[in-house]
Nanobody
């Protein structure tokens, strides 16, 4: 059983920063892709950033590129999302997701495992 547990969400003012963490358990994730998605009220869940843990490849949505950084610590089975220069439009529930493949994909159906989500609220 694979479990993903997110933490680090909260309320921040526009221009501020937050760091989200996703702790994975249940198996070794060295050959996995780990990604972050987000879902705002009334909107579909959308891809934010992904990392191929073994290859170190990363990919970002255009809306966050240059502001967000995804990184991983394979020894701790943990992935992080550093979010800087946050904007009100970044407000959403952020989800961690994992897939047993080194290729990063942006479709939600490409992921087998999901966390419960953590709320990020950015005030103007």
């Amino acid at each position: 059983q694979v479990q993903l547990v997110e933490s680090g969400g909260g309320l921040v003012q526009a221009g501020g920063s937050l760091r989200l963490s996703c702790a994975a358990s249940g198996r070794t994730f060295s050959s996995y892709t780990m990604s972050w998605f987000r879902q705002a009220p009334g909107k579909e869940r959308e891809f934010v950033a992904g990392i191929s843990v073994s290859g170190g490849y990363t990919y970002y949505a255009a809306s966050v590129k240059g502001r967000f950084t995804i990184s991983g610590d394979s020894a701790k089975n943990t992935v992080y999302l550093q979010m800087n220069d946050l904007k009100p439009e970044d407000t959403a529930v952020y989800y961690c997701a994992a897939r047993p493949n080194i290729a990063i994909v942006i479709a939600t159906r490409g992921y087998d495992y999901w966390g419960q989500g953590t709320q990020v609220t950015v005030s103007s």
